[in-house]
């Protein structure tokens, strides 16, 4: 069976500091990989999509970065925040494009 | 663009209720549909998925039509229950984008 990995869980993090978020799939071997923001209560917005290694496509400018180092991993980051960044950032894989499975989120919060 | 809209920010039943969720959608072409269901703390779900080839999709007692003349994807459950409190979306992908097309969700309140 197929499982996805998201850390931290959560994170609290000032204006101005680096962040790293990961995401790991087991089980499924070249998955099609997205990274989704969603404001608290929100809509969800598609930021990043990997359909292979070594290749991102960014879907929306947020001053945010996403890379593909390995198969089975999808990491987020920017090397300074901004208040806007806060909310819920959810990873995502998928075979088709059709049906996203997610993990279980990281919860943002600048201050 | 394409587009989808649900109207509905929030919805607030009792436990048996008939639930309605109202999905409208806009493409030049014939998509794929979906219905996700957030919990919270959680990611999204996938609850129904419907495509031009079966007009109907039922998933744990709800049920959506693909009605392409209103161009609606309405969802429906006959008798809500605490349990079904989330955050339902609306969804279409449309060819080899990929990209999902989300409405905004509404929330679903039961009373107990």
Excluded: M
């Excluded at chain 1, 290694?53 to 991993?73: T, Y």
């Excluded at chain 2, 549909?33 to 703390?41: A, H, I, N, S, T």
């Excluded at chain 2, 998925?49 to 003349?69: C, H, L, M, P």
């Excluded at chain 2, 979306?89 to 039961?110: D, H, P, R």
């Amino acid at each position: 069976a197929q499982t996805i990995h998201q850390w931290p869980v959560a994170e609290i993090k000032a204006v101005g500091s680096p962040l790293s978020l990961g995401c790991t799939i087991k089980g499924k071997s070249s998955p099609n990989l997205y990274w989704y923001w969603q404001a608290t209560g929100g809509t969800l917005q598609q930021l990043f999509y990997s359909i292979t290694v070594g290749q991102v496509e960014s879907v929306v400018q947020l001053n945010l970065s996403a890379s593909r180092p390995k198969d089975d991993q999808f990491i987020l980051s920017t090397e300074k925040l901004l208040l806007s960044h806060s909310g819920f950032y959810l990873c995502a894989w998928s075979h088709s494009h059709e049906r996203l499975f997610f993990g279980h989120g990281t919860k943002l919060s600048v201050l | 663009g394409d587009s989808v809209t649900q109207k509905q920010g929030q919805v607030t039943l009792s436990e048996d209720d008939f639930l309605f969720i109202n999905c409208t959608y806009s493409t030049t072409t014939y998509p794929t549909l979906f219905w996700y269901v957030q919990y919270p703390g959680q990611g999204p779900q996938l609850l129904l998925k419907v495509t031009t080839a079966n007009n109907k999709g039922i998933s744990r007692g709800f049920e959506a039509t693909y009605d392409k003349g209103t161009t609606s994807f309405h969802l429906q459950k006959a008798s809500v229950q605490e349990s079904d409190s989330a955050v339902y979306f609306c969804a279409l992908v449309e060819g080899s984008n990929y990209q999902l097309i989300w409405g905004s969700g509404t929330k679903l309140i039961i009373k107990p």
